[in-house]
């Protein structure tokens, strides 16, 4: 048996375990403040998700942020919110439903981005593989979380009004639902 040699000349590669602090994790500047959010779209393919959270308070409408999630990542933030809208339940009582668009105005996704501005620098997205999830009273806020080494790092903080957070859940869920009919279950 050879011992692996620390000599950079070396061809072999190198690898090494790393674990990160399960809570923890660095918020940068641009993005501590975080965006407020009163829309989202859902977008997938075979390999990721790709949420982009709308703000239509202003003129003209935008793209505020968006976060590129892993399929499992995305079945595990639609777990989470379900917890936390249970929670937020017992505490405040069941959120205001927020009234859907009317199913015969309902807009394509090419209306959606005709009438919203997406920025340059949000074209690629900001990748996450975890996120964390919290509310108040009137509020969520999700902290979309690249877990790299050697330090986490929020990469997008999103807050939403409570009522609108149960019809974001079943979107997710319906996502995912159809991500598994058209891709398959995929083994993580």
């Known amino acids: 048996m050879t ?5 950079p000349s070396d061809d072999q590669p190198k690898s090494e375990n790393v ?3 399960p809570i923890g994790a660095r918020v940068p500047e641009k993005v501590a403040r975080g965006i407020f959010c009163t829309g989202q779209v859902i977008l997938d393919s075979p390999k990721e998700f790709v949420i982009d959270f709308l703000q239509g308070l202003t003129r003209p409408y935008q793209v505020v942020s968006r976060v590129v999630l892993t399929p499992q990542t995305v079945v595990e933030l639609s777990d989470a919110l379900g917890k936390n809208i249970d929670n937020y339940t017992k505490h405040f009582g069941a ?3 927020v009234p859907g668009p009317p199913p015969k105005n309902r807009p394509t996704l090419a209306e959606i981005y005709e009438n919203f501005r997406l920025p340059d620098e949000l074209l690629s997205g900001t990748y ?8 108040s009273a009137t509020e969520f806020f999700m902290d979309f979380i690249s877990g790299f080494y050697p330090t986490s790092t929020v990469a997008a903080r999103i807050f939403m009004p409570a009522q609108q957070i149960p019809r974001f859940q079943t979107a997710l869920q319906s996502s995912i639902q159809n991500h598994r009919q058209r891709f398959g279950k995929r083994e993580e």
Do not use: F, L
């Open 3 to 7: 011992e692996a040699s620390n000599n």
């Open 19 to 21: 674990q990160h602090a």
């Open 95 to 97: 959120p205001a439903p």
């Open 128 to 135: 996450a593989n975890s996120v964390m999830i919290g509310h």
